[in-house]
């Protein structure tokens, strides 16, 4: 699969319902940076007005995760992935469309690098910021991805 963000989006339709439902989307992904947003909606609420933890956790993770999975394919080597830790914190109340930006890809890069390199696995902490539309962050995720190269068995 080519990685653009139409072709993520309906990957997220297939494979990841429950992000799709919540408003979830792919808006932008380079090499070195992916933006995903969500958008507070009724499907996605609280019981106090604002978008709940996890949706912006989907779309927090998707960040990352959609450039692990693009750096991966690049690199051309099956490398297996999974998200072993991750933290939170929430500055202020989510609402209207929300943008998470992780620009990690080059540090991911040189995680890749060893793990093909030396046969172990390898861990990498990424960190997607969301951001209201009038520029303030809400909340900051950071995940820390387990790389490993796939046996070949």
Do not use: Y
Not at 74 to 84: E, F, G, N, T, Y
Not at 127 to 146: C, L, M, P, Q
């Amino acid at each position: 699969m080519e990685f653009t963000p139409s072709k993520l989006n309906t990957f997220l339709l297939l494979k990841l319902p429950a992000a799709w439902i919540t408003g979830v989307r792919v808006e932008s992904l380079s090499p070195a940076t992916a933006v995903t947003r969500v958008k507070h909606r009724w499907i996605n609420q609280n019981p106090f007005n604002s978008m709940f933890w996890a949706v912006q956790g989907m779309a927090a993770e998707l960040a990352t995760g959609v450039l692990v999975m693009s750096r991966i394919k690049a690199c051309k080597v099956p490398v297996s992935m999974l998200v072993i830790t991750n933290k939170a914190t929430f500055l202020k109340k989510a609402k209207g469309v929300i943008r998470f930006t992780c620009n990690d890809g080059n540090a991911l890069d040189k995680v890749l690098n060893e793990v093909i390199a030396s046969d172990q696995g390898h861990t990498c902490w990424m960190k997607a910021e969301g951001k209201d539309a009038s520029g303030d962050v809400v909340a900051v995720f950071e995940f820390e991805w387990t790389l490993k190269k796939k046996s070949g068995k």
